[in-house]
């Protein structure tokens, strides 16, 4: 749990001071923020030593769990060129905000969790619950993001050419890895979290494409010139000499 959260919490501050920030989508810090809140909320757990302190770490961990699912389908909306109107954003964003709200009530009603309590596993502590008849909305959410991250990634694959196809495969990676980890943990009952894991190795690829956008973006690369020197044509390569 410590090394997950390190892993999110470098890549975030790798992102903030590594990169110009006016070259950043904001979903992008938006994302690995939640990331590493979510991830510190998975050590916090670990580390209770009291139900009290483990529910007040849930809440942490389901305040970037919320909203990672839209935030993710969202920037893969802009990565691939689709526009969200904003009352979209509103209703989806409003409907996240509902489903924490009913995670903010676990400890004080059965809405969420029930018959709650704190065991240790191999040395740290594992939240043990039922689930409450809200608790079904985050599925919701979940899998309805994930199914409109699919739908867009292959519609992009099949339909657009413009879009790196290398980064639409490593997209979909991500979202595959995400099922495949959230449905492990729901039938592999070891008390170990694996979200964790699934959540840094997001951050690992999702820095990588970012930073590999930044290489072979060539907008960024020589708007400032074409500015000063309208006449000026350019040849972009990589760096291994690969003509862009």
């Known amino acids: 749990y410590l090394i997950t959260a390190l892993v999110t919490l470098l890549c975030l501050i790798f992102l903030i001071f590594h990169f110009e920030l006016n070259k950043v989508n904001y979903l992008l810090i938006v994302l690995f923020l939640l990331l590493t809140i979510t991830n510190s909320g998975f050590l916090a757990i670990a580390l209770s030593e009291t139900l009290s302190e483990a ?8 305040f970037g769990a919320c ?48 018959d709650i309590s704190l065991k240790e596993v191999d040395g740290v502590s594992v939240l043990v ?55 492990l943990v729901r039938h592999i009952h070891t008390g170990i979290e694996i979200m964790p894991l699934a959540y840094a190795l ?17 907008d960024d690369n020589i708007a400032g010139s074409l500015a000063e020197q309208e006449n000026s044509g350019y040849i972009m390569f990589d760096n291994q000499w690969n003509y862009l």
């Open 202 to 218: 997001d951050s690992i690829i999702l820095l990588y494409l970012f930073r590999r956008g930044i290489m072979y973006s060539i």
């Open 67 to 114: 909203f990672l699912p839209v935030v993710l389908l969202f920037l893969v909306c802009e990565i691939c060129n689709y526009k969200v109107s904003m009352w979209v954003r509103r209703v989806i964003y409003s409907i996240c905000f509902f489903v924490y709200a009913m995670v903010l009530s676990i400890g004080i009603t059965d809405w969420y969790y029930k």
């Open 55 to 62: 529910i007040l770490a849930k809440k942490v961990c389901y």
């Open 129 to 183: 619950y039922d689930y409450g008849s809200f608790h079904a909305l985050f599925y919701i959410i979940l899998f309805g993001s994930l199914v409109f991250e699919g739908i867009i990634l292959l519609y992009t694959l099949w339909k657009k050419h413009a879009v790196s196809r290398k980064n639409l495969y490593a997209l979909l990676l991500l979202s595959l890895s995400n099922v495949l980890a959230f449905v």
